[in-house]
C-alpha cells in the first residue's frame, strides 16, 4: 500500500496523471490569527501544554506553564513568547520546523485563551 500511494504521488508530481502538465502546487495559506493558532497548538503544544494550555504533570517530576494564567500573560510579551517557542526555556525545549507567521499564531491564540 504503501509502495504504490508513493508511485501516485510520484506519477502526479512527474506529470502523468495531468496528460504530461505538472499540476499547480496547491500552498497552504498562511495562519493569520488565534483560530489557526489554536490548530497548531493543538499540533505542537497541547502534548505538553494540554489541549486547553493550562498545563499539565509531565513525565520528568515538572508541570509546564499554564499559558492561560493572568498573571503570567501580563508579564510575558509577544516577542518572549516567540523567543521561548524558537529557543527554548528552562525543561521545555525549542518548537522546531515552526515558521514565523506559525509562531506569530500561536502566540495568538496563547493571548486568547487568558483567563481573568
Not at 500511494?5 to 502538465?21: I, K
Not at 496547491?26 to 497548538?41: H, I, Q
Not at 506553564?65 to 525543561?91: H, K, P
Request: glycine letters at 12%; charged letters at 20%; aromatic letters at 4%.
Amino acid at each position: 500500500m504503501r509502495i504504490c500511494l508513493a508511485f501516485v504521488v510520484a506519477a502526479g508530481v512527474a506529470g502523468c496523471s495531468t496528460g504530461g502538465v505538472a499540476a499547480p502546487a496547491v500552498e497552504e495559506a498562511a495562519p493569520t490569527g488565534p483560530a489557526d493558532g489554536a490548530r497548531l497548538f493543538q499540533r505542537r503544544c497541547a502534548v505538553c501544554h494540554g489541549p486547553t494550555g493550562e498545563g499539565q504533570e509531565m513525565a520528568f517530576g515538572a508541570r509546564s506553564a499554564n499559558l492561560t494564567d493572568a498573571s503570567l500573560q501580563a508579564r510575558v510579551t509577544e516577542a518572549a513568547l516567540l523567543q521561548v517557542m524558537r529557543n527554548g526555556i528552562g525543561r521545555m525545549p525549542a518548537v522546531t520546523g515552526l515558521r514565523e507567521d506559525e509562531a506569530k499564531a500561536i502566540a495568538a491564540y496563547v493571548r486568547s485563551i487568558r483567563k481573568p
